[in-house]
C-alpha cells in the first residue's frame, strides 16, 4: 500500500494589530471568508492526497455554507462566525467527492462555530440512498457550537460518529437526529462535553440511533432528551422545575424503541425540588413496556404529579432493586 503523505494549509501569518481590530467589530461589519475557505477546501480534494487546513486560531465570516469532505480534509484551529440565515454552517458530506480513492478518517479539532437559530451548525448527510458503504461522519475534538437551531445535525448514512469534550449550547437543540433516515444510527459516542441552555431539547433523536453519551453534562436545556432509540448514559443531568418532562421516549414502527440506560454512578438533579408541589407531570415519558428505563443511585428531584416515570415503560433500579422513588 502506497503511503500517501497528510499536507498542511496554512494561511500566511496575520499581523497582531489589525487581527485584534477585526476581532471585535460586529460580525454584519465583517468579510465574508467563505469563498477563501472553501477554496482551501478545493484545493485539498482536487490534490493527490488528504490535507490539513489549520487556521492558526483565525476568526473567519462565512456567510455561506462551507462543504466538507470528511474522508479528505481535517480542520483545525479556527473560528467560525456563520451568519447565514437558513440552512447550515458546516456540510460534512461524500456528496460530489465519491469516488477519489484518497479516503481516511478526519476531523474537525479546536473548531468553534458561532451562530443563530436561523441556521444549523454541523450537517452530516449523503443523500445517495442506493449506497450503504459510504459514511459521512466526521468526528469532532475539542469543538464548541454556539446558538444555532440545530447544533449537530445527523441525516442520511452517517454512522459510527466519535465526539470529544464537544460543547453545544445557547441554540434550539444540540443534537439533532432526522426522522427518516437512510443507513444511519449505528453506535454513535460522546465523550466528556455538555450540552446546555438549548431553548427545545439537549438531543432530539427521532431515527432509532443508537447513542453513547460517557462523561456528558446535560444542563438546564428545556427538555434534555427525546429519544426515539436506545440510549447509553453516564453523566449529569440538571435542571430546574420547568413543567416540562425531562426525558421522552419515543417508539418507531420496525425498529428498537427509545430507552435510555444510565450507569449508577450518573446524577440527576432537579435544582429547588419541591416534592409536594411539583410541576413536571414525571421525570421520564414511555409510551410503551418496550421503553427501558435504568436509574442510576443518585437523585433529586426525580418525580412528578404522576410519579417518576410516566406511561407503561420498563423501570430497573441501579441495583435491580423497586423502583420506589421519593
Not at 48 to 63: F, M
Not at 241 to 266: C, R
Request: charged fraction near 15%.
Amino acid at each position: 500500500m502506497e503511503f500517501v503523505p497528510v499536507r498542511f494549509f496554512r494561511p500566511p501569518a496575520l499581523l497582531a494589530l489589525p487581527f485584534l481590530a477585526a476581532s471585535v467589530l460586529p460580525i454584519a461589519a465583517r468579510a465574508d471568508d467563505s469563498a477563501a475557505v472553501q477554496g482551501m477546501l478545493d484545493a485539498c480534494y482536487a490534490g493527490s492526497g488528504p490535507c490539513v487546513i489549520d487556521l492558526q486560531g483565525a476568526t473567519k465570516t462565512l456567510a455561506t455554507t462551507l462543504k466538507v469532505d470528511p474522508e479528505l480534509v481535517t480542520i483545525r484551529d479556527a473560528i467560525f462566525q456563520c451568519t447565514m440565515t437558513s440552512g447550515t454552517c458546516l456540510y460534512v458530506s461524500e456528496d460530489g467527492y465519491v469516488g477519489k480513492g484518497r479516503g481516511g478518517a478526519h476531523r474537525l479539532e479546536g473548531v468553534a462555530l458561532i451562530g443563530n437559530k436561523s441556521a444549523d451548525g454541523v450537517t452530516m448527510n449523503y443523500t445517495d440512498s442506493q449506497n450503504y458503504n459510504i459514511d459521512a461522519g466526521m468526528s469532532l475534538f475539542n469543538v464548541r457550537i454556539v446558538g444555532f437551531n440545530h447544533g449537530i445535525t445527523l441525516g442520511n448514512n452517517v454512522w459510527g460518529v466519535d465526539m470529544v469534550n464537544v460543547i453545544i449550547g445557547e441554540g434550539n437543540i444540540g443534537i439533532y437526529a432526522e426522522p427518516g433516515t437512510h443507513n444511519s444510527g449505528e453506535r454513535s459516542a460522546f465523550v466528556g462535553g455538555t450540552i446546555y441552555n438549548n431553548a427545545v431539547a439537549g438531543v432530539d433523536e427521532e431515527a432509532s440511533c443508537e447513542i453513547d453519551f460517557q462523561g456528558v453534562s446535560f444542563d438546564f436545556n428545556a427538555q434534555q432528551m427525546i429519544l426515539a432509540g436506545p440510549t447509553s448514559f453516564t453523566g449529569h443531568i440538571e435542571n430546574r422545575d420547568t413543567g416540562a418532562t425531562e426525558i421522552v421516549l419515543k417508539a418507531l414502527e420496525g425498529v428498537p424503541p427509545g430507552s435510555i440506560y444510565m450507569s449508577a454512578g450518573s446524577t440527576i438533579t432537579v435544582d429547588q425540588w419541591d416534592a409536594s408541589a411539583p410541576k413536571q407531570a414525571c421525570y421520564v415519558q414511555t409510551s410503551l413496556s418496550g421503553n427501558n428505563v435504568v436509574v442510576p443511585a443518585t437523585l433529586w428531584g426525580f418525580g412528578g404529579k404522576q410519579g417518576a416515570v410516566c406511561g407503561p415503560g420498563t423501570v430497573v433500579t441501579w441495583n435491580g432493586g423497586p423502583p420506589n422513588f421519593r
